[in-house]
C-alpha cells in the first residue's frame, strides 16, 4: 500500500503507532539488560507509554480545543481562525438555539439518570429470587446489546407517521388509531419529541441500572434481611430502609455513569431527527458546529463546556471510591 497518497491524517496515525512501539521497544530493550532494584521505577517506565498516549491523544488536545475556543473564522483569510475573546461563550448563553439547546441537554441529564436508575431499581426488587428471574432479568438488559444508532433506528420506527386514512407502519400511532385517535408525527411536534427521544435512553440504560443493582441486592447480607423481617417491617419498609441504604454506593454509581453517558448522547439524535425539531442536544451541536458548518471556535466552546459538566461529576465519583475503600 502506498501511504504517500492517503491522506495527511491517516499519514500522522501511522508514524504516531511506529512511534509508540518503537518507545515501547526501547523500554523492554532497556528493562531486560539493566538491572533495576526498585519497582518503582519498574511501574513509572511502563507507565510511561500510556502517559505519552494519554498526553498525545488527550492532553495536548485538550488543550488546543480550549484555545480555539476563543477564535472565530476569519471571513478575510478563509480556512483561517482569528482571536476572539469570550465572543463564543457570550453567544452559547444568549443566542436562542444554543439556549435551548441547552435546557435540551439540562432535561436529559435530569430524567434519564433518575428514570433509569429507578426503572432499575424496581425491576430489581420485584423479580430478586423469584421463579424465572434469568429471563426476566435478559428481557430488560436486552436493549444494552443494541448500539445506540440501532436503538434509534427501532424507536424511529414505532413513532412511525402515517396519514389517517393510510395503514399505520409505526406501532404507537396504530395503538392511537385502535384507542379511535388520529396518528401524530411525534418527533415534530415540541417540546414533546424530546421526550420521546429520552425514552430512547432509559430503555436501554434501564438494563445497565438493572443489573448493577441487582447484584447489590443480592450482596446484602442474610441477616440484616433477617433481622428486618423478625422485627416485622412491612415490604414498604424493607424497601426503603434496608434495602435502598444497603445499596447506595451501587446506586451512586449507576447515576454517575449514566448521566456522563447522557452528556455525551449523539447517536440517538443524530440516528432519529437530526437535531431538527428543537431536539437537538449539547453533543450534537457541538459536531455540527465543528465540522458540517466548519465554526471549530464555536464547535470548541461547546466541547470544553462539556466537558466542565462531565468533570465535577466524575471528581466526585473519585471522592466517592476513596471513601469506600477507608471504610473498608
Known sequence: MDFSNEPPKLLELLYGVIAFLAVVGVLLFVLDKLP????????????????????????????????????????????????????????????????????????????????????????????????G?????????????????????????????????????????????????????WLLKGPWNTLFLIVVLIWIQAGFAMVVLSAAIKAIPAEIVEAARLDGVTPWQMFWRVTVPSIRPALIVVLVTITIATLKVFDIVRAMTGGNFGTSVLAYDMYNWAFPFDNTGRGSTLAVFLFLLVTPIVIYQIRNLRQQREIR
Open 36 to 131: 533495576m532494584r526498585k519497582e518503582r521505577w519498574i511501574a513509572l517506565t511502563f507507565l510511561f507509554p500510556a502517559g505519552a498516549l494519554l498526553t498525545i491523544g488527550l492532553v495536548i488536545p485538550a488543550i488546543r480545543t480550549f484555545i480555539l475556543s476563543f477564535t472565530k473564522p476569519d471571513i478575510a483569510h478563509p480556512g483561517t481562525n482569528k482571536f476572539a475573546g469570550f465572543e463564543n461563550y457570550i453567544w452559547m448563553f444568549t443566542e436562542p438555539e444554543s439556549r435551548h439547546t441547552l435546557l435540551n441537554t439540562l432535561l436529559w441529564v435530569l430524567l434519564v439518570p433518575t428514570v433509569s436508575t429507578a426503572v432499575g431499581l424496581i425491576y430489581s426488587v420485584l423479580v430478586d429470587r423469584s421463579r
Open 133 to 185: 428471574e434469568a429471563f426476566a432479568k435478559s428481557l430488560i438488559f436486552m436493549p444494552m446489546a443494541i448500539s445506540f444508532v440501532g436503538a434509534g433506528i427501532i424507536w424511529k420506527f414505532i413513532y412511525e407517521y402515517r396519514p389517517e386514512d393510510e395503514k399505520q407502519l409505526g406501532l404507537l400511532n396504530q395503538l392511537v388509531v385502535w384507542l379511535g385517535g388520529t396518528p401524530q408525527q
